[in-house]
């Protein structure tokens, strides 16, 4: 089975501390996915990477950057936390260098994240 | 420009019973995928279902089948015989081959399984 691991489940920080998410995965899947959620706005895409050291922006990057060292690994920064940044956010890998139409996305468990 | 829409924000169901959740998708793209995912209260998103464009079929997973129709453009989850583990947050997800490989949800639809 995949196994895709973030590195808390809750974690809570201050306004403008930089802060990190890290999301490990055991499949040697190539892409590799960062999401918010919040309720009633579904998952929104931040970042996404189809290799090591390659990043895409999604569909709300602003305030958020990405590093990918290692292919198993893809760590979420926010740079200067902000209140509007208290979310859940969620890891996903899947197989395929991006246009295998019938790979699924497998998540972790979720990091929910509350900036004071 | 692609969408998931999911219309029913809530639904209630009796436990052993059946119940279908709506999804309607639109997409320019000829070839495309579509997912269902289910998320309890804990927050972690199972991948349950996956449906191709090109299949002749509609897919099944267990208590689980997809009823597509091409034509309306709809792909809408069945779950046989609810239990009450079945209680949760359900998103439809869509991939087409246009959109480098991304997945785009729907807002989702909570289910509640009455015992």
């Known amino acids: 089975d995949v196994k895709v691991t973030q590195s808390s489940r809750y974690l809570v920080k201050r306004t403008g501390e930089k802060v990190f998410l890290e999301c490990v995965q055991d499949?040697?899947?190539?892409?590799m996915f960062w999401y918010r959620q919040d309720p009633g706005l579904g998952l929104r895409l931040i970042y996404f990477s189809y290799d090591v050291k390659m990043k895409e922006k999604g569909d709300i990057p602003e305030g958020y950057s990405v590093s990918r060292e290692k292919k198993e690994r893809f760590s979420l920064i926010l740079e200067s936390a902000s209140t509007n940044q208290t979310s859940m956010y969620l890891c996903?890998?899947?197989f395929g260098k991006g246009a295998e139409i019938n790979q699924p996305q497998h998540f972790g468990d979720g990091t929910r994240l509350s900036i004071l | 420009a692609q969408k998931i829409t999911q219309t029913q924000p809530g639904m209630f169901v009796q436990e052993k019973e059946a119940v279908t959740l709506d999804c309607t998708y639109d997409t320019s793209d000829p070839s495309y995928g579509l997912f269902w995912y289910k998320q309890p209260s804990s927050g972690e998103m199972i991948f349950l279902i996956y449906q191709g464009s090109y299949d002749q079929q509609n897919a099944t997973e267990g208590r689980y089948s997809l009823n597509f129709q091409k034509a309306r453009k709809s792909a809408n989850l069945v779950i046989s015989a609810s239990q009450l583990g079945d209680s949760a947050m359900y998103f439809c997800?869509?991939?087409?081959?246009?959109?480098?490989?991304?997945?785009?949800f729907g807002k989702g639809t909570k289910l509640s399984v009455k015992p």
């Open positions: 996903a890998s899947s």
């Open positions: 997800a869509m991939r087409a081959r246009g959109s480098q490989g991304n997945l785009i």
């Open positions: 499949m040697d899947h190539e892409n």
